[in-house]
């Protein structure tokens, strides 16, 4: 198990006035009762997130937010109650992808230098437009792991949690801990260090001692999470995927100061050699992963290390970069690295290794990102265990599991709904079609 469990879960435990209201209902049932806001969603099947097998017909009761109430899909609206007959349709908990950029676009990738030039606003307002396309292909939660400009991100998420912008629930890691011309330092060929916005070097450092200080000034900033950057980013100039950037002293420093503030820490592995100094230096996950070997698959095994696989982008990249214009040098490491990920993944599922579901958003378009479901059970992963790894298995990872991840009373009213079953055919939820959260239809494009 990881060492540490985060303190600051999304939201504290279920709400006392709507555990008093869920009773008062309960006890007033025989008689007709005024208007209420509570929403009652009628599911054809219900996939709840927990169960192995899919449920037939059942009525969802949100009221305050949360889950009140899961019965049989003909019990009786209340009077004056809202209902959403998703009779034909199949529901599932809100989706969790546990590796979202939500200051990028892929089409970034075609000219990099663009982030020396957006102004603080155009970031703003990219960032809230992403969020919003990531809640409408059905993701009513996302780990931002590690931005450039990690203020936009503790923004937006404040503005959504707030009732100001449309997005998913967000939990960030503020910047990319990052040794200098790292994989999550923006520095590029032809363009000097000086235009380097300073904004974006928060998490640059060198040494155990400043990379400790780093990770205390996130933390104090709002960082929900730290990311480390163990080794090379495949979309990076410089270097090969999987050298390894960080030292095993670094990255524990990292550690060190995040679990005594309740924090995880993932870190960003794309090779045997950084993905066994990470987890001697104790981290909690690895994103990416793609060229571990035997021994370093054991060893994340051992230590209960979670991997979030982004093992859906590398074929967006191929499809797309060179008509785009991506740099070769980008070109060649998607090439390296894709199957080799791959094959890290069944692997890595055939060892019983806790796997999230996680696309790198933001390397592909965020609109896509139910789009790895498919790969996942093309590469033997059962299709419940995908469900799964995208809702109560992260839930469960960050110890959000009294709020998201699942439909079950006390939790977040959080679900989305496809037309047909996936666990027939995965790339339906490519098609997500509605979507709730919080008890409020985000999206209902039936
Ligand atoms: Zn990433």
Known sequence: MPAARSTRPYRRGISIAAMVLFIATLAACSSPEPADDSLFVRCGLLIDGLADTPLANRMVVIREERIVAVVDGDAEVRPGAELLDLGDRTCLPGLINTHAHLDGTPEDYEDFSVYYRRTTEETNALTRALAEETINAGFTMVWNLGAYFPEAIYLVRDEIEAGKSIGPRILTAGPYLTIPGGGGDMVMPGHDES?????????VARGPEQFAEKTRLAIERGADLIKVIASGAVFAFGGVPGAPEMTEEEIAAVVEVAHAAGLQVTAHVHSAQSGKDAARAGVDTFEHASLLDDEAIAMVAEAGIALSMDIYNGSYTEEVGREQGYPEEFMQKNEETTEAQRVVFEKAYA?????????????????TSGWQFAIMVER???PMDAIKSATSV????MDLAADVGAIEVGRFGDLVAVSGNPLEDMTIMRDVDVV?????VVKDAR
């Open 351 to 367: 060892a019983g290794i806790t796997l999230l579901y996680g696309t790198d958003s933001g390397v592909h378009p965020h609109r």
């Open 436 to 440: 709730i959260k919080g008890g409020t």
């Open 380 to 382: 033997g992963m059962a």
């Open 394 to 397: 992260p839930a469960d990872h």
């Open 195 to 203: 235009e380097i916005p300073a904004g974006s070097r928060l998490g």
